[in-house]
């Protein structure tokens, strides 16, 4: 399983970017769904979850109220909107399929990594 993150871009502190996570050839319905993100020189790290049937969303703290994930299952798509982006949000953001979401944190997750998105926010 290997899914598609796009919409990263460079933008300025203070800024917005809406991230997708699309998949080709199976289904997200009944899958939870992770974002994960790599700054340079740092271990990939968590940002967020989505269970099933958004009974369970997961924030890190670093992200808390600034992000919120959510997903169209209609259009087989989970989205990351990202608002008052700083500087230290700048990395690689990946989606990935998860095992379960838990409202501490992310399940085991499962498949491989695709590209990912690049985002980038000047100070």
């Known amino acids: 399983v290997q899914l598609q993150a796009s919409g990263g871009g460079l933008v300025q502190a203070g800024g917005s970017l809406r991230l997708s996570c699309a998949a080709s050839?199976?289904?997200?319905?009944?899958?939870?769904i992770g974002w994960f993100r790599q700054a340079p020189g740092t271990e990939r790290e968590g940002v967020s979850c989505?269970?099933?049937?958004?009974?369970?969303?997961y924030y890190a703290d670093s992200v808390k109220g600034r992000f919120t994930i959510s997903r169209d299952n209609a259009k087989n798509t989970v989205y990351l909107q990202m608002n008052s982006l700083k500087p230290e949000d700048t990395g690689v953001y990946y989606c990935?399929?998860?095992?379960?979401?838990?409202?501490?944190?992310?399940?085991?997750?499962?498949?491989?990594w695709g590209q990912g998105t690049l985002v980038t926010v000047s100070s």
């Open positions: 990935m399929t998860l095992l379960v979401c838990y409202d501490r944190g992310l399940g085991p997750h499962f498949g491989s």
């Open positions: 989505i269970s099933t049937r958004e009974r369970t969303t």
């Open positions: 050839g199976i289904t997200l319905d009944y899958k939870g």
